[in-house]
């Protein structure tokens, strides 16, 4: 089975410049060429649930705080587009849960030598997922690159599985998380592939050459920090599924009741994947 995972907040951001219909309209199709190219059984869409952001401030209050307001515009495109996506593809989320938690969690329940799954997305955080039969989908131009343990190695020059470890140390300025002072991308790798990951590093911390960047480390791992920081920049792929709402109108409650596009009401179904139940899990 050939499953198309897909972060749809990530897709329907990345198809919005302003215009409502268009956003819909294009990540339908960005979503369908997808399908297409992967040859997927099954798609799987999941998006972010009502206060994930604020679940994960609860233990780095920085997370995401100085994005700028979503626009109101947005906010009936995204309901536009669970209403069009779900009407052909299967659909989850859950409340305090981002995306990335929903496809970390259906990775472990799906994965099997007898499953190939792609993940459709152009957020690093997932390409910890990767392995022989998890791979990254990204957009390329208008095709598709299959981002895989190879193209890893040849991006970051350290195995994917210490990506957590990464994000630790250097943070995720797109997320708001700064990570430990004076330790930047050159630093960060150095530390993996001398010693792995995050827990192995601290304790050989006394190891590495003095200097401000050591006293910053040692000082993350002790008032907390390092905790801190793993816990919002981790997969929660713990996240109950059996919680995740998979009915598009129990969906709907929670947005803002935005009519749907007329050219996608009125349009056939392009493809449709094989309708799923959390019970077959």
């Given amino acids: 089975m050939i499953y198309l995972l897909v972060d749809a907040n990530n897709v329907v951001r990345s198809r919005y410049e302003g215009n409502q219909s268009s956003a819909v309209v294009n990540s339908m199709s960005m979503i369908h ?10 798609v799987i869409a ?16 920085g997370y995401k705080a100085k994005r700028p307001p979503t626009p109101a515009e947005f906010k009936d495109v995204l309901a536009n587009a669970y209403r069009s996506i779900a009407s052909r593809y299967s659909v989850l989320v859950c409340d305090n849960y981002e995306a990335d938690d929903l496809i970390a969690a259906m990775v472990r ?30 957009e390329r131009d208008s095709n598709f690159e299959v981002f895989g343990s190879v193209a890893f190695k040849n991006r970051y020059h350290f195995h994917q599985g210490y990506m957590l470890t990464y994000k630790i140390l250097k943070g995720d300025s797109g997320d708001g998380v700064a990570g430990v002072p004076l330790i930047g991308e050159k ?20 190891e590495l050459k003095p200097g401000k ?3 910053n480390l040692i ?20 996240c109950p599924l059996e919680l995740a709402k998979t009915d598009i109108q129990a969906i709907l409650q929670d947005l803002e009741d ?20 959390l019970d077959d899990f």
């Fill in 33 to 42: 060429q997808a399908c297409l190219a992967v040859k997927a059984n099954n």
């Fill in 46 to 61: 999941c998006f972010d649930g009502r206060g994930a952001a604020e679940e994960r401030r609860k233990y780095y209050p």
């Fill in 109 to 138: 329940k799906l994965r099997s030598p007898l499953n190939k799954i792609f993940i459709l997305s152009n957020d690093s955080d997932l390409t910890q997922l990767i392995s022989d039969d998890v791979l990254i989908l990204k």
């Fill in 187 to 206: 630093t960060a790798t150095e530390l993996i592939q001398r010693y792995g990951d995050i827990d192995s590093i601290m304790s050989h911390v006394q």
């Fill in 213 to 215: 960047a050591t006293s």
């Fill in 219 to 238: 000082e993350a791992g002790k008032s907390g920090l390092i905790d801190s920081i793993r816990k919002v920049v981790s997969l929660w792929s713990d």
């Fill in 258 to 277: 935005a009519k749907l596009v007329d050219d996608l009401i009125n349009k056939p179904v392009l493809l449709t994947g094989e309708a799923i139940s």
